[in-house]
């Protein structure tokens, strides 16, 4: 595909788009970019006048958008975005900035002044590149704006009105919608029309291609990217593996010395205008034999082919405790850790090789140690870990996967053939054994923990005093909302075979008072009293009609004004953009007699039970969440 390499750059990456303009989310999606929204919390109050020129202010503030957002992912998910796209749009006249109208009065002011004039468009952007060192969030901050010129025609008074009262211009810059009622306006448009909508696409196709693709250094002087790059050019930004598909890569290529071999020993090959990374060269003969890059190579679908391989030589290191092991180490050699655990030298060097490669490890002279993220996540023992649950994927979710056909052939779960039994009950599977419902429990612990917060915080729960986690489990949700909301009393209601397991993952020295637990089924008996019912990862686990017999039961003990208080991954309508949630149902399908649903959907099953007024906030960690209240 000629049009998508300078974007393709940013597949498999975390992109967050730090903006609730849906004009922007329309402009970004339409191109096939794939991202998450998290809008941005930055208050729109620079001082104006401490601005040489207006599109400082628009490339600051944008700047500001995208960095509170970084910032706050990188605390708050304990996971880093890769990169963060923020902008700010605003209408200069009459050397004023005008932002988006507080009320109608100010609409017309704005409007009024636009009537008869050519006025100025400037769309500041930032694309943040982050990365985590030790914990602390590093940024690398690309800024730039686009300026487009708009003339209006004489507006009468009534059509200014009419307009106004449309409701259009409340939450546009300038007081207008190019793209709708307001293009009536509008004499002529100088320059880019998607900047006026609010994302200056092509500019920030050039920015990407300047950062993804930096001009061969013999060039650098004197090339400059005053246009996309033009379409044979785009040929040679192959979407394959041929080039460096990485940004800290290119910033480290623009730091070549004159061998030819930048600082982290990769070599680049500057014989060509495209410069190519040999290493990872196919070379293939054209018909006058002159070798030329494999430019189709399909590296999306090579990559998922191949995905297993990273996945299982994740699990086996875990299994291994390899990260374990190098806890707080010095390098270790292959040779060491292979004897500690009592493995062939040849086999571990390569899985060790493997994980380095894969980023898990870093491979230095002396040998492998872990990297931060493997000290955090990685290690059984760490306060995030996720150990529990790569084990639980090792040993539960893979044996299933492998009989996925059987399962999408049959429609159902496949416990029977991944473990040689039928459990009539979906936890029965679980709780058989100690140490398959002690693994099973780890594994739903280090999500909980990972996910509380963001689940705790995506709605003000604070009118609510009393909350019952339904399936609460290990209560690792529990005690994050009573920390944020003191006055909250919360219960975690299980089965007995749970609660009597979750001493070993209670938080150790806080005031664990406010949690109280409760063992029982919540399909057969009686639900504690609360005003607010929370459902993490439950619904997922049941067919519809399953969830009419709870929702019914919860419906008939909540008082008006109570509410329920879901955490699933939460699919698009079109259930067609959010692969991870997708694959969840997949996951649900193999396993489970439930599935992954749709906002309309989990809509559609609360108010039939008078659960209505339901708000969907996409997190942009693992759990989406949905409120709603019983009326
Ligand atoms: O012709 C049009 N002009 C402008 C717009 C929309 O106006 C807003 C501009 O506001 P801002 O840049 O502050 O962005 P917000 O909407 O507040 O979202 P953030 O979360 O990014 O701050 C923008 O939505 C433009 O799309 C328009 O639609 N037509």
């Not at 290690?379 to 870990?385: A, I, K, L, P, R």
Request: charge should be negative.
């Amino acid at each position: 595909m000629l049009l998508n390499p300078v974007l393709g750059k940013l597949v498999g990456k975390r992109v967050v788009l730090a903006s609730a303009s849906p004009r922007r989310q329309e402009i970004l999606t339409n191109v096939g970019l794939r991202f998450e929204v998290v809008p941005s919390w930055f208050k729109e109050t620079l001082e104006k006048s401490l601005f040489a020129a207006p599109y400082e202010y628009a490339m600051e503030t944008a700047k500001q958008k995208a960095l509170e957002v970084a910032n706050r992912m990188h605390v708050k998910h304990l996971r880093t975005p890769d990169v963060v796209i923020g902008a700010d749009t605003i209408v200069t006249v009459d050397e004023q900035i005008l932002e988006k109208p507080v009320d109608k009065q100010d609409a017309y002011r704005m409007l009024s002044r636009l009537s008869g004039k050519e006025h100025s468009v400037f769309t500041g952007v930032a694309i943040i590149h982050c990365s985590s060192k030790d914990n602390q969030l590093e940024t690398d901050v690309t800024n730039f704006y686009e300026e487009t010129k708009v003339k209006f025609s004489d507006l009468s008074e009534e059509l200014l009105w009419e307009y106004i009262h449309s409701g259009e211009p409340m939450d546009k810059a300038g007081g207008y919608g190019i793209q709708a009622l307001g293009g009536m306006l509008v004499e002529y448009v100088h320059g880019d029309f998607l900047n006026v909508v609010g994302f200056p696409l092509n500019h920030f196709c050039k920015k990407l291609a300047e950062l993804y693709y930096p001009p061969p250094k013999h060039n650098i002087q004197h090339k400059k990217y005053d246009s996309i790059p033009s379409v044979d050019t785009f040929e040679n930004l192959s979407d394959g593996e041929s080039e460096s598909s990485n940004f800290t890569e290119h910033k480290a290529a623009s730091k070549l010395d004159n061998s030819g071999m930048c600082s982290s020993g990769a070599i680049y090959n500057y014989e060509n205008s495209s410069s190519v990374r040999t290493g990872f060269m196919v070379p293939l003969e054209n018909q006058s034999g002159v070798s030329e890059s494999a430019a189709k190579l399909p590296s999306k679908i090579l990559e998922l082919m191949d995905g297993f391989r990273a996945s299982k030589a994740l699990f086996v290191a875990c299994k291994l405790k390899i990260f374990d092991h190098l806890k707080d180490k010095g390098p270790l050699k292959a040779v060491d850790i292979a004897n500690e655990i009592g493995t062939s030298v040849c086999g571990t060097e390569r899985l060790l090789d493997a994980c380095a490669a894969l980023g898990l490890l870093e491979k230095t002279s002396q040998g492998y140690r872990n990297t931060d993220s493997a000290n955090t996540y990685l290690t059984s023992d760490g306060e995030y870990s996720l150990h529990g649950y790569i084990i639980h994927s090792n040993d539960h979710v893979w044996p299933l996967f492998t009989n996925l056909e059987s399962a999408v052939k049959e429609g159902s779960r496949q416990n029977h053939r991944a473990f040689g039994r039928k459990a009539e009950d979906l936890f029965k599977d679980y709780y058989h054994s100690w140490e398959v419902k002690q693994r099973f429990m780890a594994a739903m612990h280090s999500i909980a923990h990972l996910t509380a917060r963001d689940v705790a915080t995506a709605f003000d729960l604070s009118q609510f005093k009393s909350a019952c986690d339904l399936g609460g489990c290990t209560g690792a949700l529990a005690h994050e909302l009573v920390q944020i909301y003191p006055n909250l009393k919360v219960t975690v209601f299980d089965l007995p075979e749970v609660i009597a397991n979750i001493s070993y993952f209670q938080p150790s020295g806080q005031c664990t008072a406010p949690v109280t637990f409760v063992s029982g089924d919540f399909f057969k008996d009686n639900l504690p009293e609360a005003d607010l019912y929370i459902l993490s990862r439950v619904l997922h686990d049941w067919s519809d009609e399953k969830i009419h017999v709870l929702l019914s039961k919860i419906s008939a003990v909540c008082k008006p004004g109570c509410g329920i208080l879901l955490a699933e991954m939460v699919l698009d309508d079109e259930k067609k953009n959010r692969s991870t949630a997708l694959l969840q149902s997949l996951n649900m399908l193999v396993q489970t007699e439930g599935k992954e649903r749709s906002g309309s959907e989990y809509r559609g099953l609360l108010e039939q039970h008078g659960f209505t007024n339901v708000k969907i906030r996409l997190t942009g960690n693992l759990l989406d969440v949905i409120l709603c209240v019983k009326t």
